[in-house]
């Protein structure tokens, strides 16, 4: 979970954003519809009204919705934007909960907000909604409307809404997934539905797969001039073209430039070919979100402690580290097998006209 302050995780030992951590404590879970209701197990912990869903730029998978059309339905809204690797893996839960409770009353609505002006690309919303197999409906909330009506600070966010339009919970961040599908059902036994108690079970891969979270020790970490742990003698040169070089060794989560490089607000962008970036990272996986700046598609290859990853290969590159970008998003370069050590990870351009964003791990 990233905050709009863009904060580091708890899971990493510092407090606040992309944590773990439950929001909500857990219940016994009651042996029939009838005692869940007369245990009111589900407090209004916000008690607030659904804010507007007013001022999307447009929507996608539906026509748009308004809170006085969905009264009467269980609503969850999930905030997200798709270069996230947090928002990802809740992303099958989403999908699952979706499919087992529409017709027993549920609205899954995916609210789009971006984090990088890539994600402001009605087109690249559009695609990533097909790729990332999205049929509920999504509010493309580029201004920022929903997100600041709902007075939102983080990328995933869920809220519960009852039938009766009053916001009863909410989530920030992965995990307590059980919890929150028992919201779910106790939310529509309050609206008169009758549901199956169970729980969904998912097999989720590649980037939506859980994260290893006993063997991560690495943050998201941004490439642009605000990026922290940066290495390259000299520093960062902002807004500027400059040729960077590496320093004798890295220390971990520190990161270099080499080549000719202009660093800008979000992004490092590489001015001619062979550019490379290094990280000392330790994690199970490595992704980085980048995309072409001024070329159809840049050719990538990655080294994992100076040889080609072989079957530590993310699902974006083959045994060799060979890859392609073709288009602005989260590419999955490393997910390797235990044991989970230190490691020194390389990325050479083979192009110019790459911008890169951001690492995160899992």
């Known amino acids: 979970m990233r905050s709009i302050q863009f904060l580091l995780g708890a899971a990493l030992g510092t407090a606040v954003a992309c944590t773990r951590s439950d929001t909500f404590e857990t219940r016994p879970r009651a042996s029939s519809q009838d005692e869940i209701m007369a245990e009111k197990k589900i407090p209004p912990i916000l008690a607030s009204t659904f804010p507007p869903l007013a001022g999307a730029t447009q929507w996608l998978n539906s026509p748009p919705l308004t809170v006085e059309a969905l009264r009467g339905k269980v609503v969850v809204v999930d905030f997200w934007t798709y270069s996230c690797i947090n928002w990802r893996r809740t ?20 609210v789009h907000t971006p984090e990088f002006e890539f994600e402001k690309n009605i087109d690249n919303v559009r695609k990533a909604v097909l790729d990332m197999r999205i049929d509920y409906p999504v509010a493309v909330d580029s201004d920022y409307s929903i997100w600041n009506a709902f007075e939102n600070q983080y990328w995933p966010a869920l809220y519960f809404v009852d039938a009766r339009g009053q916001v009863r919970h909410h989530h920030f961040g992965e995990g307590s997934y059980d919890l929150s599908e028992r919201v779910i059902q106790d939310l529509l036994i309050e609206a008169g539905q009758g549901v199956a108690l169970d729980e969904v079970s998912l097999d989720a891969r590649g980037p939506e797969a859980g994260a290893d979270w006993a063997n991560l020790a690495s943050p998201e970490t941004y490439l642009g001039a605000r990026g922290e742990h940066f290495a390259s003698p000299g520093g960062v040169v902002p807004d500027r073209r400059q040729v960077y070089t590496a320093p004798a060794g890295l220390r971990l989560n520190h ?8 660093v800008v607000r979000e992004a490092a962008v590489l001015n001619a070919p062979n550019g490379r970036i290094v990280y000392r990272f330790h994690a199970r996986d490595l992704h980085l979100v980048m995309g072409p700046a001024r070329a159809s598609s840049v ?4 080294h994992i402690d100076g040889k ?3 079957a530590a290969h993310g699902v974006d590159v083959d045994d060799r580290g060979n890859g392609t970008i073709a288009e602005p998003r989260m590419y999955q370069l490393i997910r390797q097998a235990t044991p989970i050590v230190d490691r020194v990870f390389e990325i050479e351009f083979l192009d110019p006209g ?5 690492f995160t791990f899992g």
């Open 308 to 310: 080609s990853p072989g």
């Open 299 to 302: 050719r990538f290859r990655v």
């Open 354 to 358: 790459v911008e890169v964003f951001s």
């Open 255 to 262: 990161w270099a430039l080499v080549g000719d490089w202009t």
């Open 91 to 110: 992303l099958p839960y989403l999908r699952a909960w979706s499919e087992k409770y529409q017709g027993r009353g549920l609205v899954v609505i995916g």
